[in-house]
C-alpha cells in the first residue's frame, strides 16, 4: 500500500536550515508528483508550498520561494525539502503528499504523517 513517512522536523533558530525528507513505499515514485504542505497551530493548512515532478518544473509558493528547494531522489524513494532562512512564522507541521495529475491540477491523494518543525530561538 501507499506509505509517506516525514522525517527531519526539529527545534532551529530564526535563520537557520533545516532538511526534511519524505520516504515513500508502494508506488513508483518518478510517475508522480510530490508535494510539501504545512499546517501552523491553530492555523489552516498551507500549500502546497512546493512540487516536484519528474518531469516538470517545480512549484513554489511566494510564501517559500527562495528559502525552500524541493528535490527527489526517485531511485531511494525520497522527496526532500531544503528550508534555509527559516522565520518564526515557518514554525509548522509540514507534511509530504503525493499530487498525481501535477501540472493539471494540485490535488493529493496520499499524505504523511507529518513533522513538526519549530523556528526559535
Known amino acids: 500500500q501507499v506509505q509517506l513517512v516525514e522525517s527531519g522536523g526539529g527545534l532551529v533558530q530564526p535563520g537557520g536550515s533545516l532538511r526534511l525528507s519524505c520516504t515513500t513505499s508502494?508506488?513508483?515514485?518518478?510517475?508522480?508528483?510530490m508535494g510539501w504542505f504545512r499546517q501552523a497551530p491553530g492555523k489552516a493548512r498551507e500549500g502546497p508550498l512546493a512540487?516536484?515532478?519528474?518531469?516538470?518544473?517545480?512549484y513554489y509558493a511566494d510564501s517559500v520561494k527562495g528559502r525552500f528547494t524541493i528535490s527527489r531522489v526517485n531511485t531511494k524513494n525520497t522527496v526532500n525539502l531544503q528550508m534555509n532562512s527559516l522565520k518564526p512564522e515557518d514554525t509548522a507541521v509540514y507534511y509530504c503528499?503525493?499530487?498525481?495529475?501535477?501540472?493539471?491540477?494540485?490535488?493529493?491523494?496520499?499524505w504523511g504523517q507529518g513533522t513538526l518543525v519549530t523556528v526559535s530561538s
Open positions: 508502494g508506488f513508483t515514485l518518478e510517475n508522480y508528483g
Open positions: 503528499a503525493r499530487i498525481p495529475y501535477y501540472p493539471s491540477n494540485y490535488d493529493t491523494d496520499y
Open positions: 512540487i516536484s515532478s519528474s518531469y516538470f518544473s517545480p
